[in-house]
C-alpha cells in the first residue's frame, strides 16, 4: 500500500494554498495612483495625512478606489489615468511643498490579500518601461577630495600639538607640510603617523625648507574609493526617493560602476539631471580688506592673493573670499524652496545639525558687520549665489538662502542639500529609455511562450504516459504556482531574463517526472506488482533527481554570485525552480499518486502508458 502519513498530506496542501495565495495578486494587474511621501525629514507621517488626502478628494469630488498608508507614505488607487494627473494636481496644490506628490501604479488586489502580506512581484524595467542608466564614479576625484580634507585636518592636528609649520598644500592626492627646521618636522611627523596610520610618510629638504610628504597607501585608497561608491549609492538612494519613484533598482556593478534603473519613469531629461548633479553648500568669509578693484582684477587673471581664492556671482562680477570654509553642505540636515517675506523672490531654507548651528553662530557673532559667500558647488564649477552683509548673531540651525533665479531652481537644489551631496562626480556611461507599451508587449510575448510550452509538454506527457502524465501535469502546474509565490513572496523584480528562467524551469521539472514514470515502467516489466512498481519507482529515482539537480543547482549558484545585472535576475529565478521543482515532482506527484493508487487493496494495472518487454 502507498499511504503518506497525514502530515505529509496536509504539508503538501497547506503548501499548495499558500502558494495560491500569494500567487493571486500577481494576476488582479495594476491601476494608476498617486503615491505622498514628506519632502521634509522633519514632516511627520501619520493617519491624519491619511484623512487630509481623503478630505481633499471629498472636496474636489474626485473618485478613488482606495486609499491607505504604508511605511512610505499615503497611496491613492484610480479607474483611469485623467482622474490619476487630475488628483496629483489637486494634491499639489492644496499640500504645498511639504509632501512630494508622484505618479505611481498599484496592483489591484483586494484588501484581505494586503494584510497576508500577498503582492505582486515588481516588474523590472524591460517589462514596465522606464529609464536606465549606466553611471562610472570619478575615483580619481575621489582621492583628490579625500587629500584636500587631509589639508584641513593636518592644520587642526599640528595646532592642537602647538606645532610649527609654514604651510600646508596638495599637488594631486599628495599632501605637503612645510617647515623651517627638522625638529618641528619630526614632531609632525610622529603626530601623523599615529594618527593617519594609513598614510604613506616621506621627509624631503629642499634648500633650508623641510618637507613632510603624506600620500595615501593603497588600503587608504581602497577604502576611499569603496566608501566613495557606497556614499553615492546612498546618495542616489535619497534623490531617487525625492523624485517619488517606486521600486527603483540600484546596484553596484564591478568596482567602479552603479547601474540606476528607474521604472515607470520616462522623462529622461529631468532624471539625468537630479540623479547626476553634485551641488553642495561651503559658506566662506568675504576678504573684504582685499577687495579693491585692483586685487579684483588681478585675481581674475590668476593672480589671487595667498589665503583667498576669487568666483563669480550670478550678475559676473568677481568675489573674493577667503580659502578657509566655514561651513559645508555635510552639516545640512534639512532644506526646502521658501519664498523672501519681504522680496518675494525664492529662497531656500536650510536647517544645520547641532555642531553646524553652534559653529554658524559663532561665525556670525564674531563677523558682525561682514560679508559671507554661500558657494554652490556643481560639477567642479564654484558659484556665489550670494553674499550677504552679518547684521546681527545667527542662532537656531535655520539659514536662508536667497538668490534663486526661480522656484524650479529653488525646489531642485533643496532636493539635491537634502539628499546629500555624491561623494565622488558621476559621469553617465550609457542611457536607455523603454516605453510602457514595449514593455507589455515584452510581458505578453513572456507569458506565451511560458503558457505554449506548458501545453507541448502537457500534450505530450498525457499520450506518452496517460494518468501518470497527467499527474505530473499538475505536480507541474503547481511547480509554477510554487515558483511565482516565492517570487511574490520575496518581493522579487522580475525581468525578461527572469521570464526566461520560469520556462527553462518548465522544461527541466518535468525531466524528474520522466525519471519516476519511466522507473516504474521498468520496475513494472520485471515483474513486479503496481503497488510495488509505485514504490521502487519513487524511491529508486530520487538518487538520480538529487545528483542531477544539484549539480545544476552549482551552476545557478556560480551564476549568482559571480553574474551581474540580468545573469544574477537570471540566477534567482533559477535556483529556486530547481528547489521547487524538486518539491512537486517527488513530494507533489507522489501524494497524488498516492491518493489514486494507494488505498486500493487489489491493484492489477497501472495508467502509464505501453510498457514494452525487452
Known sequence: MNRYPMWKNILVAVMILIGLIYTIPNFFGESPAVQITPAKSTTKLDSALLDKVEDIFKQEKIEYDGVYQDARGVKARFKNTDTQIRAKDVLQANLGTDYTVALNLLSRSPNWLRSLGAKPMYLGLDLRGGVHFLMQVDMKAALSKAAERFVGDFKIALRKERISYVGVSREGETVQIHFNNAEELTKAHAVIA???????????????????????????????????????????????????????????????????????????????????????????????????????????????????????????????????????????????????SQSGRSTVNVTLDARGARIFQQVTRENVGKRMAILLIEKGSTEVITAPTINEEIGGGRVQISGMANTQEATDIALLLRAGALAAPMDIVEERTVGPSMGQDNINRGIHSTLWGFAAIAVMMMIYYVAFGAVS????????????????????????????????????????????????????????????????????????ILDSNVTTLIAGLALFMFGTGPIKGFAVVHVLGILTSMFSAVLVSRAIVNLIYGYRRKLTKLSIGQIYKG
Do not use: C
Open 194 to 340: 599615529k594618527e593617519y596610520p594609513n598614510l604613506t610618510l616621506e621627509e624631503s629638504t629642499i634648500g633650508e625648507e623641510k618637507i613632510l610628504k603624506a600620500s595615501l597607501n593603497l588600503v587608504e585608497q581602497k577604502s576611499i574609493q569603496d566608501f566613495a561608491i557606497k556614499q553615492n549609492i546612498q546618495t542616489l538612494h535619497n534623490r531617487i526617493n525625492e523624485l517619488g519613484v517606486a521600486e527603483p533598482i540600484i546596484q553596484q556593478q564591478g568596482a567602479d560602476r552603479v547601474v540606476v534603473q528607474l521604472p515607470g519613469v520616462q522623462d529622461t531629461a529631468k532624471a539625468k539631471e537630479i540623479l547626476g548633479r553634485t551641488a553642495t553648500l561651503e559658506i566662506r568669509m568675504v576678504d573684504e580688506e582685499k577687495s579693491d578693484a585692483a586685487t579684483l582684477e588681478k585675481a581674475e587673471k590668476g593672480q589671487a592673493p595667498i589665503g583667498d581664492d576669487v568666483f563669480k556671482n550670478r550678475d559676473g562680477r568677481a568675489v573674493l573670499v577667503k580659502k578657509s570654509v566655514v561651513l559645508t553642505g555635510d552639516y545640512i540636515t534639512d532644506a526646502g524652496p521658501g519664498v523672501d
Open 473 to 544: 501535469v499538475t505536480a507541474l502546474a503547481i511547480n509554477l504556482l510554487l515558483l511565482v509565490a516565492i517570487l511574490s513572496m520575496l518581493q522579487a523584480t522580475l525581468t525578461l531574463p527572469g521570464l526566461a528562467a520560469i520556462a527553462l524551469a518548465l522544461g527541466m521539472a518535468i525531466d524528474a517526472n520522466v525519471l519516476i514514470n519511466e522507473r516504474i515502467r521498468e520496475e513494472l516489466r520485471n515483474g513486479n506488482t503496481p503497488q510495488a512498481s509505485i514504490h521502487a519507482g519513487y524511491e529508486r529515482a530520487w538518487d538520480t
